[in-house]
């Protein structure tokens, strides 16, 4: 079993909906909770982190951490084609951790016009 | 905002040859982290530099050293190049390691290629 687990999709959402992605994760110590976007080639690039349990809202993005059940969630309000991408769900350690991260699999998201 | 830099951005190396790429962090960010990314593979954690000291190592291969230099960046040699480490290598960096709110912020990658 991976530390950090989410469905590979692909996700299909048509244009103007909401987006859900899903993350769980194994290690309870874990302290802090990223979702990076990454076009094909490209590198990863940080949409959102959080840390405390409840809701983290960004512009179209909505972060939730669950740390009783080990889950964590991304929700993309509004999704864009240009949203379409793989998302990557990762997860530092405990405190005072080193800082490198755990990475999910991935979903890759599809926006349909 | 000054961003991660990453040189070269694509090598291509034979078989048994040795590779170094070079990773620029962020100024004022102290900590460099390396990852590799195989095909359809999520990234992996290979190394990480504290204040020029090692303070993390993940799955790196013994043909891979590492190490950050006093203006922070940091270089990843590696030797004996083998097929399988065809991958995108990201430098990421950041500056508050082990707090809540540390964020890493990833270069632009290096595709190598090893024929």
């Known amino acids: 079993q991976k530390e950090v687990e989410q469905n590979s999709g692909p996700l299909s959402v048509p244009e103007g909906a909401i987006a859900s992605l899903n993350c769980t994760y194994s290690?309870?110590?874990?302290?802090?909770f990223f979702w990076y976007r990454q076009y094909s080639g490209k590198s990863p690039e940080l949409i959102m982190f959080i840390y405390s349990n409840g809701d983290k809202e960004d512009g179209r993005f909505t972060a939730q951490l669950n740390k009783a059940s080990q889950y964590v969630s991304l929700l993309i309000r509004d999704s864009q084609p240009s949203d379409s991408a793989t998302y990557l769900c990762?997860?530092?350690?405990?405190?005072?951790?080193?800082?490198?991260?755990?990475f999910g699999q991935g979903t890759t998201l599809q926006v349909k016009p | 905002a000054a961003g991660v830099i990453q040189s070269p951005r694509h090598l291509i190396k034979e078989k048994r040859e040795t590779a170094t790429l070079k990773c620029y962090p962020i100024p004022r960010h102290d900590t460099v982290y390396w990852y590799q990314q195989g095909p359809g593979q999520d990234p992996q954690f290979l190394i990480s530099f504290y204040e020029k000291m090692q303070s993390d190592k993940g799955s790196i291969p013994d043909r891979f050293s590492a190490q950050q230099f006093s203006d922070y960046h940091s270089e990843l040699n590696m030797s004996s190049l083998e097929l399988g480490d065809s991958a995108l290598y990201f430098c990421?960096?950041?500056?508050?390691?082990?707090?809540?709110?540390?964020?890493?912020?990833f270069g632009p990658g290096t595709r190598l290629t090893v024929l």
């Open positions: 990762a997860v530092n350690g405990p405190p005072g951790n080193t800082g490198k991260l755990i």
């Open positions: 990421a960096s950041s500056f508050s390691p082990g707090l809540a709110t540390d964020t890493q912020y």
């Open positions: 290690d309870r110590g874990s302290q802090s």
